[in-house]
């Protein structure tokens, strides 16, 4: 199940909300949290519910370890002003194109030219193969890399849509051989450059 849950508050004039999310997973013994994702208005009467149209980020630096590492993954959620879809009970539908901006740099620096793209509508997750050819993705897998990433907003959209929310989602791989780590995980905001 993918998805996510947008909380507000406009009855009570001057409430805050805040806290962090919590990701579980029993079978793996995964536990993963992050920040709250704030809309960045100053609401006091409700105007601005569901209006994540102040976050305009397009633009991230994807990095990731060698495959025998880690597994790493993104989840995306494509923001804008979604509060009209909330009215009237409506799944958010803006989407976002993300590129590889063609191309994928080694942990040396080197960079492997090709062009990958991925879209997405409402939330997604991202692999790294998405986001790289074949050839990109097996020079990248015994060292790990970089995809110097950006998005854009998909002209196929009903929806304006202004930018991404990016979460890194690293277990350790099984190929490392250690029992007591493998599977475990971490998760965190992807933080965006200009």
């Known amino acids: 199940m993918k998805g996510f849950l947008v909380v507000s508050t406009k009855t009570n004039p001057g409430a805050r909300i ?4 919590v990701i579980a997973d029993p079978a793996t013994g ?5 920040a709250g994702i704030s809309n960045n208005h ?3 009467t409700g105007l601005f519910e569901g209006d994540f149209s102040n976050i305009a980020d397009q633009k991230y630096d994807l990095s990731f370890f060698s495959d025998q590492t880690t597994n790493t993954s993104w989840y995306a959620v494509v ?20 590129s590889n901006n063609a191309f994928v740099y080694n942990n040396e620096g080197f960079m492997f030219s090709g062009t990958k793209m991925k879209t997405i509508t409402c939330a997604d997750t991202v692999n790294k193969s998405d986001l790289m050819t074949g ?9 790990g890399g970089l995809i110097h990433a950006s998005s854009s907003q998909n002209p196929a959209s ?5 930018g991404l929310v990016l979460m890194k989602m690293q277990t350790v791989s099984k190929l490392r051989g250690d029992p007591f780590l493998e599977g475990k995980g971490t998760l965190h905001r992807e933080p965006a450059w200009d």
């Open 79 to 98: 923001v804008g002003d979604m509060s009209a879809h909330i009215a009237t009970g409506r799944d958010w539908d803006g989407s976002q194109i993300l």
């Open 42 to 44: 100053t609401d006091t």
């Open 30 to 34: 995964t536990l993963a949290t992050y």
């Open 158 to 162: 009903a929806s304006a849509s202004t």
């Open 135 to 143: 050839a990109q993705g097996a020079i990248v897998a015994r060292t």
């Open 18 to 21: 805040s806290g962090e999310m």
